[in-house]
């Protein structure tokens, strides 16, 4: 048997990695053993795709299939997004999904009692208080809305930015306020990285709490929990300074924030302690369950971490 030349991959886990890159007019390829970016003019851009969690594809990319099995092997998330990310049409699952965590998910959500204080720790980890008691989840839900309004108006005005409402129309992207777009911007660069943890840790990004009936609703729930403390106060200190082009301006802004904030450490523990609110049993693997396409180094993490 022929020795291969190269050796075989040993992906990084996701909290090793940086969050995200976006791409957009170019084709990518896998060009001597190494993932690139080919534009218009010929010219390579090699990407450690190995290290990224997550690439956020944008109008006036092509994907070779030689790309995609390499996004896959090293477990990089794929997703094809509309312009600055305000639609999203497909994602590459980066493996590791596990019947075992999405039949624990889907109980919890179908439990109403176990899904109430889900979402009850998911209101406490986000605004740290305690919510009302004796309250649904609509109510919550309602409760949740007004605060994040009132958090809006008043990121607002410490930046200096004319605020109306949360408010844009995807199929006429300019025509939105800047603000707006960069709320929209900022948005997308969290939503891909919680995606990408989430389907990680073996999860279903659409069995939702909160959010319910969107393929990606498990998605903004957890993406909520970390929202204001990272990319919501850059998309509004963005929108203060007026930019000629706000959507780069707010994606190097989030991408430095995820930086500084360790983001990637703290996603994927974070969904296991929300989901461990339910008080429900986790389920052991089953003895033929396939093990995790980015596993972690023996030793590293708890026993819900990546498993």
Same mark, same amino acid.
């Not at 109403?112 to 008691?133: G, H, I, Q, S, W």
């Not at 998605?219 to 204001?228: E, L, P, R, S």
């Not at 989030?254 to 339910?278: N, T, Y």
């Given at each position: 048997?022929?020795?291969?030349? #190269?050796?075989?991959? &040993?992906?990084?886990?996701?909290?090793? *990695?940086?969050?995200?890159?976006?791409?957009? &007019?170019?084709?990518?390829?896998?060009?001597? +053993?190494?993932?690139?970016?080919?534009?218009?003019?010929?010219?390579? $851009?090699? %990407?450690?795709?190995?290290?990224?969690?997550?690439?956020?594809?944008?109008?006036? $990319?092509?994907?070779?299939?030689?790309?995609?099995?390499?996004?896959?092997?090293?477990?990089? #998330?794929?997703?094809?997004?509309?312009?600055?990310? =305000? @639609?999203?049409?497909?994602?590459?699952?980066?493996?590791?999904?596990?019947?075992?965590?999405?039949?624990?998910?889907?109980?919890?959500?179908?439990?109403? $009692?176990?899904?109430?204080?889900? =979402?009850?720790?998911?209101?406490?980890?986000?605004?740290? !208080?305690?919510?009302?008691?004796?309250?649904?989840?609509?109510?919550?839900?309602?409760?949740?809305?007004? @605060?994040?309004?009132?958090?809006?108006?008043?990121?607002?005005?410490?930046?200096?930015?004319?605020?109306?409402?949360?408010?844009?129309?995807?199929? $006429?992207?300019?025509?939105?306020? %800047?603000?707006?777009?960069?709320?929209?911007?900022?948005?997308?660069? %969290?939503?891909?990285?919680? !995606?990408?943890?989430?389907?990680?840790?073996?999860?279903?990004?659409?069995?939702?709490?909160?959010?319910? +009936?969107?393929?990606?609703?498990?998605?903004?729930?957890?993406?909520?929990?970390? &929202?204001?403390?990272?990319?919501?106060?850059?998309?509004? @200190?963005?929108? +203060? &300074?007026?930019? @000629?082009?706000?959507?780069?301006?707010? *994606?190097?802004?989030?991408?430095?924030?995820?930086?500084?904030?360790? %983001?990637?450490?703290?996603?994927?523990?974070?969904?296991?302690?929300? #989901?461990?609110?339910?008080?429900? !049993?986790?389920?052991?693997?089953?003895?033929?369950?396939?093990?995790?396409?980015?596993?972690?180094?023996?030793?590293?993490?708890?026993?819900?971490?990546?498993?």
């Amino acid at each position: 048997m022929t020795t291969p030349i #190269l050796p075989p991959l &040993k992906p990084l886990p996701i909290k090793d *990695r940086i969050s995200v890159l976006y791409i957009e &007019k170019g084709n990518l390829d896998v060009i001597d +053993g190494a993932f690139v970016v080919v534009d218009v003019t010929g010219v390579r $851009t090699h %990407i450690p795709i190995g290290t990224v969690a997550c690439l956020m594809l944008e109008p006036g $990319t092509r994907v070779s299939h030689s790309a995609v099995v390499l996004a896959g092997r090293v477990g990089c #998330l794929l997703v094809w997004i509309g312009e600055a990310g =305000v @639609r999203l049409y497909a994602a590459g699952q980066p493996g590791g999904a596990r019947s075992d965590r999405l039949l624990y998910q889907a109980k919890l959500a179908l439990d109403d $009692t176990a899904r109430l204080k889900v =979402v009850r720790k998911m209101y406490a980890l986000r605004f740290k !208080e305690e919510p009302p008691e004796r309250r649904s989840v609509e109510q919550l839900r309602g409760i949740e809305g007004v @605060r994040v309004r009132k958090m809006y108006e008043l990121l607002a005005r410490q930046h200096g930015v004319e605020w109306h409402r949360r408010n844009y129309d995807h199929t $006429t992207w300019e025509s939105g306020d %800047i603000p707006n777009r960069c709320l929209s911007s900022a948005t997308a660069c %969290i939503y891909g990285i919680c !995606e990408a943890a989430i389907l990680a840790a073996g999860y279903a990004p659409a069995v939702g709490f909160i959010h319910t +009936g969107k393929p990606q609703s498990f998605v903004y729930d957890i993406a909520d929990i970390f &929202k204001f403390e990272t990319v919501v106060p850059v998309a509004f @200190r963005i929108a +203060g &300074k007026n930019p @000629r082009d706000p959507e780069r301006e707010v *994606r190097l802004a989030c991408r430095d924030a995820f930086r500084q904030s360790h %983001i990637l450490d703290k996603i994927i523990p974070m969904i296991e302690e929300v #989901l461990a609110a339910g008080g429900l !049993e986790v389920p052991k693997a089953h003895e033929e369950a396939v093990a995790p396409a980015i596993p972690n180094k023996e030793g590293i993490g708890d026993a819900g971490y990546r498993g």
